[in-house]
């Protein structure tokens, strides 16, 4: 069964840190560029970062940028996201994503796998 499954969210305070996790099962993830994506209520999904199946680029959003890092496991199928100086604006549904042989690993529509999210809430 091909799956990603998200761990490591919940509640912090602002300027708080939390480091989220993504393991496949099922599937390698060499190959397959991995994308960090979010979902606050009422918004559209948005990119966090992503890098590409080749590992040769990566994209942060804008508001992530320098706050946020993405790493890759030594057991390689599994991926972190480290979340340092929350904001409350970063309060949203975190998911991870994996797509097949992407050389472009910004948009959302070319991802074949998707995990069920996990909830990130900033408030003090």
């Known amino acids: 069964q091909v799956q990603l499954v998200e761990s490591g969210g919940g509640l912090v305070q602002p300027g708080g840190s939390l480091r989220l996790s993504c393991t496949a099962s099922g599937f390698t993830l060499d190959n397959y560029a991995i994308g960090w994506f979010r979902q606050a209520p009422g918004k559209h999904r948005e990119r966090v970062v992503c890098i590409n199946s080749s590992r040769s680029s990566t994209h942060y959003g804008e508001s992530p940028r320098g706050r946020f890092t993405m790493s890759i496991g030594t057991a390689k199928n599994t991926v972190f996201l480290q979340m340092n100086s929350l904001k409350p604006e970063d309060t949203a549904v975190y998911y991870c994503?994996?797509?097949?042989?992407?050389?472009?690993?910004?948009?959302?529509?070319?991802?074949?796998?998707w995990g069920q999210g996990t909830q990130v809430t900033v408030s003090s």
């Open positions: 994503a994996a797509g097949h042989l992407l050389v472009d690993c910004r948009p959302m529509n070319d991802y074949d796998h």
